[in-house]
């Protein structure tokens, strides 16, 4: 399994760390899955409610790639999305589309 899909089958599990480290596995890839790592690590701190992390992590990510103000404000919406649709997807698996509080 790729590491994209697995990050993702984390995430849907709420599996936050593993999803994490799978995610961070497939950004050190390089190529399309690179790019695709680092905003997934961005969509799933954000599911998870950090969301500090997550700017801080989208805004170095918007820095390297060197984005526009329009291009950062469409993959922040990108994100969004993604959440949406990593929400909705552990709602129809689970029942619930938010993870339950960790301690």
Known sequence: ??????ASEFAIDCQM?????????????????????EL???TFLRDAGRTAEAAAALDARNRRVR????????????????????QAERSKRTGSPLCPPTR
């Open 1 to 6: 399994m790729s590491d994209v899909k697995a």
């Open 17 to 37: 760390e593993q999803a994490l480290h799978a995610a961070d596995r497939a950004a050190q890839s390089g190529g399309f899955a690179g790019g695709f790592g």
């Open 40 to 42: 997934l690590r961005v």
């Open 67 to 86: 984005s526009t103000a329009e291009e950062a404000k469409e993959t922040d919406r990108a994100i969004d999305q993604s959440v949406s649709n990593l």
